[in-house]
């Protein structure tokens, strides 16, 4: 069972940026994909972001061309660099983790099954 912990939220200006990261305990990290999604107050938690257990990245349309998600497996350590934030983006960010090892298929869609407890972002415009 993985552990996932969040870091790095904060408060920061529209146009700036921030980067979180997440770092994974209970197994070996370098066999699971790993996600990035977010829950504004009065909305549905999304997908922003994931990166395979191969490196392969998925964005949301949203995030495309602005937020870069990478890994470090010999950190155990999942990041989230997030440039030209805009105040839509505030939310909670929350690390997910995948149960399956080696999975090859899209992360679009996919069920992540392992769960951060969150990090504040927040925009001021």
């Known amino acids: 069972q993985a552990q996932l912990v969040e870091s790095g939220g904060g408060l920061v200006q529209a146009g700036g940026s921030l980067r979180l990261s997440c770092a994974a305990s209970g197994r070996t990290f370098s066999m699971y994909g790993m996600g990035w999604f977010r829950q504004a107050p009065g909305k549905e938690r999304e997908f922003v972001a994931a990166i395979s257990w191969n490196a392969i990245t998925y964005y949301a349309d949203s995030v495309k061309g602005r937020f870069t998600i990478s890994r470090d497996n010999a950190k155990n350590t999942v990041y989230l660099q997030m440039n030209s934030l805009k105040p839509e983006d505030a939310a909670v960010y929350y690390c997910?983790?995948?149960?399956?090892?080696?999975?090859?298929?899209?992360?679009?869609?996919?069920?992540?099954?392992?769960w951060g407890q969150g990090t504040q972002v927040t925009v001021s415009s």
């Open positions: 997910a983790a995948d149960r399956s090892p080696y999975y090859s298929g899209t992360y679009y869609g996919r069920k992540f099954d392992y």
